[in-house]
């Protein structure tokens, strides 16, 4: 018999691989940057959206002109792009 039944196993907190040595272990998962899921949205083409910038505060000294521009959402740039998909890994 063995020493731990894999139930008991998670309840002493032994890995389930210390148990079923003979057990193929997966290289673990990447994981999206909670940052980035909050902040940006794929669009079906592969772009990502996000809000437009500059809306926070201060609309006083902002131009009617800029704040009419800057209503919804935005594409972002490829070289931003690029560097928001390394944070999103699995909503390409």
């Given at each position: 018999?063995?020493?731990?039944?894999t139930r008991a196993a998670g309840r002493y907190g032994i890995a389930e691989s210390r148990v079923h040595p003979e057990k193929?272990?997966?290289?673990?998962?990447m994981k999206t940057k909670s940052s980035a899921k909050k902040r940006f949205s794929m669009t079906a083409t592969g772009k990502v959206k996000a809000g437009q910038a500059g809306k926070r505060h201060g609309m006083i000294k902002r131009t009617t002109k800029f704040i009419r521009d800057a209503r919804g959402t935005t594409i972002l740039s490829e070289p931003d792009a690029?560097?928001?998909?390394?944070?999103?890994p699995?909503?390409?």
């Open positions: 018999m063995a020493l731990f039944t193929e272990t997966k290289m673990p998962k690029r560097i928001v998909k390394k944070y999103m699995y909503d390409r």
